[in-house]
């Protein structure tokens, strides 16, 4: 669905890059782990498949078509952003951040409509935060509110969502919850890229995963096959140990 | 959860008029019926101008040219005039030395300055007539259905302006420098329908001028006495001295006076710029007069000469720090009596060259001529405010 | 779980609701205007009946060349100042900012000033002069924002402005002192402390059509104003185009605030206190809380004039109203509930 070709990016002129040569493909309706230590450059590639930052070379096809091709608000429809952690300097009603998600749909003096709030609960729903639709966004606890940031990404009925570490912030139980939703949404055809520094999490969403490693990419294949332990100990140059328990790849340091 | 704020919005919109109804009258009174005003027409009013003074022509009957380059006309001579503004006994006295003239101002602003005011001791109709509170609106000074509003120029934007949008034809004047105060003496000899009388002022005004040049005539430059005149204010317990600017009717006086200003250099602004005693003791003066408003100026003097800083100053030591002169008002403002101030400060720099010269005849003549005001008059009512050293 | 329909009716009764009280924010505002009309201190404080005004030329003359004019011109003064103030704590995240924090008011001011000094008092030039200098404030204070090594986004901002917004007024002063007071600028305490005593219609009605476009834009986009509050990539990734609507915006707000500035000083409180109000009462959705701001900027500050021009004889700068309601509903607010303040990351 999208890939990179031979993209380099960098935040200031000259070495080092944040993003050196990178080449993978995203396959379309899987769910692709981006894996990596800190710094490595994984937000810098999310930004990039964004279309938020542009590549000083080389360049990145969605569908087949440049990405410079889309005009925003197409890209809007097609893609979807759920950041790491958002500040909400408001006292949004969930209803109202979520519906945010509309505005690829509105011209641009369009107010939202019937359709829209339709979008933006069902969203809701299906998030399974419906019943929190009036209140306020600041009472949320974290792991609701990265829920309520998810659904605001559906409401844009996006093909392609993009996700920046999801559950760097969240306890177990909602760690799961995160885990059964991005599941439901595989399963209706949402092609997801995620960001995390979590193996485990890669092993329990993923299908394919991405190593990265300053700003190059170690390796791009199925999870199975990344998640080994040369692998692991290559990218966080620190000797562990993948084993397999319940078909989970665990890393133990 | 919302209604009370709505509640709390709507009750104070409410309680507003209310609060309005209940304040108590204020004291200002409109005296007599109104009357109809005079029929006035302004014509092509110009922006102001920053340059030269307006030179008064008079091109026909009751077209008067004001302070601001504007023509207005007039067919007979207005009859209720409101003079609002601060210091309106500038103004006002300069009207009441047109005989008459003092009946058609229906209300003024406050006109004292510390004493009693002048126009309350020549005016018998006083009583009658309104004192405006300071900062009054154009809708009270409309209030009193005036046909004519005379303003300091500087007052166009906020208070002409409006007031001219009600129909109340407004007149302006400077009354800061002598060419200024000619020029509106005559004005107002024109608006008053008393050309003759305006220029028997001026002539009586430049009379004087003339003769105290002549007496300083073969006065050389560096005969001239070094001259500082320093404002005196106390205001929140702050002692304070100021010079005045340089377009002043004050520096203008100096310079007439035979003195030199030496605070020429000092003041760039448009009103008083306060100096440091440190400034005071450069500039060495051989003369210094000092002003004060509301207190004695003789008092501030005598302060000062207990004080063992402006000891040092050489003329403090030569005994040559003069307390300005004054009687209701100093007369080192643009009042009419800044002629009597000239003559003072000539006399004071220069004894040997103005020995025949006495004050008091002077002042005693001043009122006759500018009031008609009978010498028992200025022995009973005027004399016994003098202020300053005066003999 | 909450059934579908019961979410969609109650949310359609939250936005009946506030489209009510918008209603009724209108209706109070034309109301207030009426009573402006018609109250005041002519020849005393009272107020006049139809048959006064019919008979006495001079009233009528009161109310169509002097009260109407002013009246309006408040009107839009408090309308454009709040306006401004929502969209300013909007697009910097940053609920403690108005125009006169952030150098908006006092570049105006200095502007304006400075055009009359050298160019006299041409109506448009003043604006455009006014706005230019505005823009320049606001641009300086986010640069100097950007740059301070000290505290929170909220902080830095509101110290940028400050710092700011005291060069430009110090600026004012000594033009003040140099230029002349005779002719060129009214005093300093009318920039200072604002007023509309001078307003006559020609004012009014120069600033009437930067202040309706501004106002336009702003009502236009008043939905479009929620996402700018969001980082610029998430409001990217909606979507956005972040950098030129956050200027359209801006521009928006500036303009008229510095055409208003121009003619009646600057008036402080306004822009900070109206927008909190207006979020508490409708919500933090600008879709609503920007039109509600706009109304109860208006009615503030007409309610401040009125007072300004009756409560004493003399004429009271609008500013010392305004700052003393506006400084002690602020304080109430405060002490309600605690302002919810976010605690800012660094942008």
């Known amino acids: 669905m999208m890939r990179f070709d031979h993209v380099s990016f960098g935040y200031r002129p000259g070495p080092p890059l944040a993003l050196q040569e990178v080449s993978l493909d995203i396959v379309k309706g899987g769910i692709t782990a981006v894996l990596g230590p800190n710094g490595a450059g994984k937000s810098t590639l999310l930004f990039l498949a964004l279309a938020w930052l542009q590549p000083s070379c080389g360049q990145i096809l969605l569908d087949g078509c440049s990405l410079g091709r889309y005009s925003r608000r197409e890209m809007g429809r097609l893609m979807g952003l759920v950041p790491q952690r958002e500040h909400i300097p408001f006292e949004y009603s969930v209803l109202e951040y979520v519906l945010l998600g509309r505005l690829p749909y509105l011209a641009p003096l369009e107010q939202p409509g019937e359709k829209d709030y339709a979008a933006s609960l069902a969203a809701l729903e299906q998030v399974g935060l419906s019943q929190f639709a009036n209140r306020s966004v600041l009472r949320l606890s974290g792991g609701e509110r990265q829920l309520v940031l998810i659904a605001r990404s559906l409401a844009q009925q996006p093909r392609l969502l993009l996700l920046d570490e999801p559950t760097s912030h969240l306890d177990l139980h909602n760690k799961s919850r995160l885990v059964a ?44 096959e990344a998640l080994t332990t040369e692998h692991m100990s290559l990218l966080y140059r620190l000797p562990v140990e993948v084993v397999t328990v319940a078909r989970r790849r665990i890393v133990l340091w | 959860m919302i209604s009370p704020k709505i509640t709390a919005v709507s009750i104070m919109l409410c309680l507003a008029p209310l609060l309005v109804r209940c304040r108590p009258a204020p004291p200002e009174t409109t005296s007599g019926a109104s009357s109809d005003r005079t029929p006035v027409s302004v014509q092509t009013p110009q922006p102001p101008s920053s340059s030269d003074p307006a030179f008064l022509q008079s091109t026909g009957d009751g077209v008067v040219v004001d302070a601001l380059g504007r023509r207005l006309r007039f067919r007979e001579p207005p009859r209720r005039i409101v003079l609002p ?95 200024q105060y000619f020029r509106d003496l005559q004005t107002l000899g024109q608006l008053l329908g008393q050309r003759e009388r305006a220029a028997e002022l001026i002539d009586y005004y430049r009379g004087s001028i003339r003769r105290v040049q002549r007496n300083l005539q073969g006065l050389e430059e560096k005969q001239k006495r070094r001259v500082l005149l320093l404002y005196y204010s106390d205001k929140d317990g702050n002692v304070a001295f ?30 008083w710029a306060t100096v440091t005693l440190e400034q005071i003791l450069a500039w060495d003066p051989d003369a210094v007069f000092l002003i004060s408003y509301w207190r004695n100026p003789q008092d501030v003097v005598r302060g000062l000469q207990s004080d063992p800083t402006w000891n040092q100053l050489r003329a403090m030591k030569t005994r040559r720090v003069y307390a300005f002169a004054g009687d209701l008002y100093s007369w080192d403002q643009p009042s009419p009596r800044w002629i009597l101030g000239l003559i003072w400060m000539a006399k004071k720099l220069y004894p040997e060259r103005f020995a025949d010269v006495d004050i008091m005849a002077v002042a005693e003549d001043f009122y006759r001529v500018a009031y008609g005001l009978d010498s028992s008059f200025f022995k009973e009512k005027i004399r016994k405010t003098f202020k300053g050293d005066l003999p | 779980m909450v059934s579908r329909d019961t979410q969609v009716v109650a949310r359609g009764i939250w936005d009946t609701r506030r489209r009510r009280m918008l209603a009724v924010l209108g209706i109070g505002l034309a109301v207030l205007f009426l009573f ?312």
């Not at chain 1, 995390?196 to 329990?204: D, F, G, I, R, Y």
């Not at chain 2, 500038?90 to 300055?113: E, L, N, S, Y």
């Not at chain 3, 200095?110 to 606001?138: E, N, P, R, T």
């Not at chain 3, 030129?244 to 600057?266: D, F, H, K, N, Y």
């Open chain 2, 85 to 179: 503004g601060k210091a309106v006994f500038i103004t006002a006295d300069a009207i009441h030395m047109f005989p008459g003239a003092g009946k058609r101002i229906v209300a003024a602003g406050k006109a004292d300055q510390g004493a009693a005011s002048f126009i309350s001791l020549i005016d018998p109709d006083i009583a009658a007539k309104a004192i405006l509170t300071e900062g009054s609106g154009p809708e009270q000074i409309a209030g009193f259905r005036p046909d004519l509003v005379i303003l300091k120029s500087y007052l166009a934007r906020s208070l002409g302006n409006p007031i001219e949008t009600l129909g109340i034809p407004v007149l302006y004047v400077d009354f800061e420098t002598p060419d």
């Open chain 2, 242 to 271: 100021a010079v005045p600017p340089v377009s002043w009717i004050q520096t203008k006086m100096t310079d007439t006076a035979g003195g030199i200003a030496v605070w020429k250099d000092a003041n760039p602004g448009q009103g």
């Open chain 3, 36 to 347: 402006s009309l018609l109250v005041g201190r002519y020849p005393t404080l009272r107020m006049l009946t139809g048959g006064q005004i019919f008979s006495d030329e001079l009233s009528q003359s009161l109310i169509l060349n002097l009260r109407l004019p002013r009246a309006l011109a408040a009107a839009l003064l408090g309308m454009s100042l709040a306006a401004a103030g929502m969209v300013f704590q909007t697009i910097f995240t940053n609920p403690l900012v108005e125009p006169g924090f952030l150098g908006v008011s006092q570049g105006a001011a200095f502007g304006a000033a400075v055009c009359i000094v050298c160019f006299g008092s041409a109506g448009w030039l003043v604006q455009g002069a006014a706005a230019l200098f505005a823009f320049v404030g606001l641009g300086a204070s986010y640069l100097l924002a950007r740059n301070i090594r000290y505290g929170g986004w909220v902080l830095r901002l509101v110290m940028a402005g400050i710092a700011v917004s005291a060069l430009f007024s110090a600026g004012l002063g000594i033009l003040k002192y140099v230029a002349d007071p005779l002719r060129q600028l009214p005093e300093i305490t009318f920039w200072l402390l604002g007023g509309l005593a001078g307003i006559t219609w020609p004012r009014a009605l120069a600033i009437l059509p930067l202040v309706v476009l501004g106002l336009g834009v702003m009502l236009a986009m008043r939905w479009r104003l929620n996402p700018l509050s969001l980082p610029a990539e998430t409001a990217f990734s909606l979507g956005v185009a972040v950098r030129r609507e956050r200027l359209l915006l801006l521009v928006a707000a500036v303009v008229p605030t510095a055409a208003v500035i121009s003619v009646a000083g600057m008036v402080g409180w306004v822009g900070l206190i109206v927008p909190h109000i207006a979020r508490r009462v409708f919500g933090a959705d600008t879709r609503y809380a920007l039109p509600a701001a706009l109304l109860m900027g208006g009615l503030f500050t007409l309610f401040c004039d009125d007072l300004a021009r009756m409560l004493l004889a003399g004429e009271i700068p609008l500013g010392i109203i305004t700052s003393l309601v506006g400084a002690v509903t602020f304080l109430i607010l405060m002490m309600q509930k605690g302002i919810s303040v976010q605690r800012g990351e660094s942008r």
């Open chain 1, 181 to 224: 939703l991005l599941k439901q949404l595989q399963a209706q055809g949402v092609t997801m890229v995620m960001t995390t520094h979590e193996p485990e999490l890669a092993s329990a969403l993923a299908s394919a995963v991405v190593l990265m490693n300053e700003g190059r990419v170690l390796f791009c294949g199925p999870t199975d």
